[in-house]
Structures are given as C-alpha cells and as structure tokens.
Antibody
C-alpha cells in the first residue's frame, strides 16, 4: 500500500533552516511527484509547491521563492523540503503528498496520498 | 492566484441529513477541482477529483458536481464519521489553491 512517512517534529529559532524528509513506499517513486502543503495552527491548507520525481522539475509558491528548495533522492524514494530564513509565521504542520501529473503538459494535479505531517515550530 | 471561496465556513447538522458545501473559484478552473476531508490531528483525505470523480474507497454518499467557477460537494446521508472539515482545491493553474474550509459539526 502507498505510504509516505515523514521525519520528526522540529523546533527552530528565527533565521534558521529546516529540512523535512518524506520517505515513499508502495509505488514507483519516479512515476509521480511530491507536493508539500502546510497548515498553520488552527488554519487552512497552503500549497507550497511540488517536485516531479522523474525529472526533478519544480514549481514553488511565489511567496516562498528564494526560501524553499524541494529535492528528491530516487535511490531511497525520499523527498526533501528545505525551508530557510525561518520566521515565526512559518510555524505549521508540514505535509508531503503524492501527486499525479499530466504526462503531456507536466502540470501537477491533485494530491492523493498524504504523509502524517511534521510540526515545525519557530520560536526564539 | 485563483481564489477559492467556500461557503458556509461552518454549520451544524444531524446524522442522516443531506448536506451541501459550495466552492466558488475567482476564475474558471474547468473541472480541475478536488475535495478533501480532514479530521482533527489527521492529514487530509482525498474524496473527489475532476470535480465529480469519486476516489477509490470513498463511500458513494459523497458526490461532487460543477465546472467553471461553481462547485458543490454533497453528502447524501450524513454519518457520524463525516463530521470533519472539508476543503476544495483547484489544480487548473499554479499556484494550486485551497478553499478556506467548511467545518461540519454535530447539531
């Protein structure tokens, strides 16, 4: 069965960086992409971007451009999300999710399977 | 960015009720619309994609309709396990955007 297992919760100081991992199993990793979505405490869902696990192409939310990097390691079927220059408003539950993409256009579609979430707390 | 607006933001209902949640896009998204259910402390669960296609394993009491800018999620006979928050999401254009959520509470 499809599973996405994320790394453990993190506490970081403002200005620091965090790297969250997402290990996939139960499907062919390079046939899909990985999207990252975050949820601030008590708030809704915010799409951060995605990476095509086949060719490494990425698309990031504009407000995170320059601070976020998404990568994959196909040898271990693991995706990573690196967020730099952390601020207090980056405090959130971070989810990875498997996504289909359009073969012809390369466009990301909807997430279908989700990880359990990683809480990142940014506090001085 | 395309703005997704859900209504209502919350409401109370009873087991057995038929409930409808609305999602409106600020511009047309064709049928590139998904619905998710989220329970407290859990990751979202995909219910419907392509506006009306039921994800495998999702009960048939859930249904979706609409295209363009106006969409609905209907639960035909609310069950106790359906009390949760529901989100719509467009995947027509980047950035992908979610609605603000609709919380369905027990009356």
């Amino acid at each position: 069965q499809v599973q996405l297992v994320q790394s453990g919760d993190e506490v970081k100081k403002p200005g620091a960086s965090v790297k969250v991992s997402c290990k996939a199993s139960g499907y062919i990793f390079t046939s899909y992409g990985i999207s990252w979505v975050r949820q601030a405490p008590g708030q809704g869902l915010e799409w951060m971007g995605w990476i095509n696990a086949y060719n490494g192409n990425t698309n990031y939310a504009q407000e995170l451009q320059g601070r976020v990097t998404m990568t994959t390691d196909t040898s271990t079927s693991t995706a990573y999300m690196d967020l730099r220059s952390l601020r207090s408003d980056d405090t959130a539950l971070y989810y990875c999710a498997r996504v289909n993409y359009d073969i012809l256009t390369g466009y990301c579609k909807y997430p279908d399977y989700w990880g359990q979430g990683t809480l990142v707390t940014v506090s001085s | 960015a395309i703005r997704m607006t859900q209504s209502p933001s919350s409401f109370s209902a009873s087991t057995g009720d038929r409930v409808t949640i609305t999602c409106r896009a600020s511009q047309g998204v064709s049928s590139y619309l998904a619905w998710y259910q989220q329970k407290p402390g859990k990751a979202p669960k995909l219910l419907i994609y392509a506006a009306s296609t039921l994800q495998s394993g999702v009960p048939s009491r859930f249904s979706g309709s609409g295209s363009g800018t106006d969409f609905t999620l209907t639960i035909s006979c609310l069950q106790s396990e359906d009390f949760a928050t529901y989100y719509c999401q467009q995947y027509y254009s980047y950035p992908l955007t979610f609605g603000g959520g609709t919380k369905v509470e027990i009356k």
